[in-house]
T-cell receptor, first 111, second 115 residues
């Protein structure tokens, strides 16, 4: 069974700090990886996608992918209270574009 | 990013009635749409994959006769919950996928409460 694992949290960081969110996946053939942010009561919104090993930066967000270790992470620099949300890791394990989601990590940024 | 809308955003219905939820891609053509369900404090669970002009593919454990999906055009998919019961109360979210793309864009969701 294809699985995506995340620490459920909550992860609590002070404002201005770096928040580090981690995700591991079980299907070695996975090719596409996504981070979504979900505020309470809302639907997920895309933060970043990553397809190749290494780092990908977009503003305060950096996604890191290591396919050998089956590990993907999201770093949020200069964390703001508005970043407080649940962060969902999603993996596309094949060619049918279906996503497998982790259970999400609840991040709280304290002012 | 691409925009997906859902209607209604909230629906309350009596047990035994049917409810239709619409999902529209507003600024792109969604060759594939996905329907998810999310219970409180749980992650998204994929219910079915809908391709324009063909029958939906349902995930294991999802009753296709209870959750009717129609994807008649490249911008509209509908989910009908037939004979809804209280255990069907959940947050239903659709997403759209443009042809050749890998990124799913989510609608705002529909919260269903069955009394």
């Amino acid at each position: 069974q294809k699985e995506v694992e995340q620490n459920s949290g909550p992860l609590s960081v002070p404002e201005g700090a770096i928040a580090s969110l981690n995700c591991t996946y079980s299907d070695r053939v996975s090719q596409s990886f996504f981070w979504y942010r979900q505020y309470s009561g809302k639907s997920p919104e895309l933060i970043m996608s990553i397809y190749s090993n290494g780092d990908k930066e977009d503003g305060r967000f950096t996604a890191q992918l290591n396919k050998a270790s089956q590990y993907v992470s999201l770093l949020i620099r200069d964390s703001q209270p508005s970043d407080s949300a649940t962060y969902l890791c999603a993996v596309n394990p094949g060619s049918n574009y279906k996503l497998t989601f982790g259970k999400g990590t609840l991040l709280t940024v304290n002012p | 990013g691409a925009v997906v809308s859902q209607h209604p955003s909230w629906v309350i219905c009596k047990s035994g009635t049917s409810v239709k939820i619409e999902c529209r891609s507003l600024d792109f053509q969604a060759t594939t749409m996905f329907w998810y369900r999310q219970f409180p404090k749980q992650s998204l669970m994929l219910m079915a994959t809908s391709n324009e002009g063909s029958k939906a593919t349902y995930e294991q454990g999802v009753e296709k006769d209870k959750f009717l999906i129609n994807h008649a055009s490249l911008t509209l998919s509908t989910l009908t919950v037939t004979s809804a019961h209280p255990e069907d109360s959940s947050f239903y979210i659709c997403s759209g996928l443009a042809g050749g793309q890998e990124t799913q864009y989510f609608g705002p969701g529909t919260r269903l409460l069955v009394l």
